[in-house]
C-alpha cells in the first residue's frame, strides 16, 4: 500500500497588519510534519502565492523545528513552494492549514485552497487547522455551497488569546467569531492549553500549544 500524503498550507503574507512581520507559524508546521514522517507518511509544502513563505515564531531550541526546516526535501520545498493554485489535491489524503497570524489576510479567500479542502474532504479525505490556520475555513464550501464547517465542533485561536498576544484591533476580523457566523460551535479551551476537536474529518487546534495533538489526530483518522 502506498504511503499516505499530506499537504501542509502556508500563507504568504509578512504584514500583521502593519504591527509587525508575521507568516506561518514553523512550530505548526514542524509538529504536525514529524508525527506525519513518523507514521511513513509523505507530506509536502505549498503557499497561497507560492516562493518563499515568510516564517514567524521559530524557536532555535525546539529540535523538532530545527528537523524541519533541516529536511532535505522540505528545506528545498520551502525555498521555491508551489502555489496552493498549482497543486492537485486529488495527490493528497489531507491538508493541513498550518496557522500563523499572516493566514488571517489571505486564507479566507484563497479559491484555490477552498477548493484543495473541498476536493480532499469530498474525497473521503482529512482536512485539518491548527490556532489562525481555521481562517481558511470560514469561507471554505462543500460543492453544494454549504459551509464545510457548518455544524461542525470547531477549535481556533481563541478572543482571549487574541487580546493577550495584543493584536484584537490589528487582525482584520477575530477567528472565533467568524467560525461561529459561518455555522460551527466553536469551543474555547483555557489559553495556551493543549486544546483539538475531532468531528468527523475535520480537526481543528486551537493554539500553538495543540499542533503535535493536531498532527496525531489526523495520523489516527488516516491509518484506522
Known amino acids: 500500500m502506498s504511503a499516505k500524503r499530506v499537504l501542509l498550507a502556508l500563507t504568504s503574507n509578512d504584514d500583521l497588519g502593519g504591527v509587525r512581520k508575521t507568516g506561518y507559524f514553523v512550530g505548526e508546521a514542524a509538529h504536525p510534519w514529524k508525527e506525519f514522517v513518523d507514521a511513513g507518511f509523505d507530506v509536502d509544502v505549498a503557499s497561497v502565492a507560492g516562493g518563499t513563505p515568510p516564517q514567524d515564531g521559530y524557536d532555535e531550541s525546539d529540535e523538532i523545528q530545527k528537523a524541519f526546516l533541516a529536511d532535505a526535501k522540505i528545506s528545498a520545498q520551502l525555498a521555491d513552494t508551489t502555489r496552493l493554485d498549482e497543486v492537485d489535491p486529488t495527490a493528497y489524503d489531507a ?96 489559553a495556551w492549553s493543549e486544546h483539538v476537536e475531532v468531528d468527523g474529518r475535520l480537526v481543528t487546534g486551537q493554539n500553538p500549544q495543540s499542533a503535535t495533538a493536531v498532527g496525531r489526530e489526523v495520523v489516527t483518522l488516516l491509518t484506522d
Open 95 to 190: 491538508v493541513v492549514l498550518v496557522g500563523g497570524h499572516g493566514t488571517m489576510w489571505d486564507f479566507p479567500d484563497s479559491v484555490a485552497l477552498a477548493a484543495i479542502g473541498r476536493e480532499i474532504y469530498e474525497s473521503g479525505g482529512v482536512v485539518a487547522a491548527v490556532c489562525h490556520g481555521p481562517s481558511g475555513l470560514v469561507n471554505m464550501t462543500l460543492t453544494d455551497g454549504t459551509p464545510l464547517i457548518a455544524g461542525k465542533t470547531v477549535a481556533g485561536f481563541t478572543n482571549e488569546e487574541e487580546e493577550a498576544v495584543g493584536l484584537t484591533e490589528a487582525v482584520p476580523f477575530l477567528l472565533a467569531d467568524k467560525l461561529t457566523e459561518r455555522g460551527a460551535t466553536h469551543v474555547p479551551a483555557p
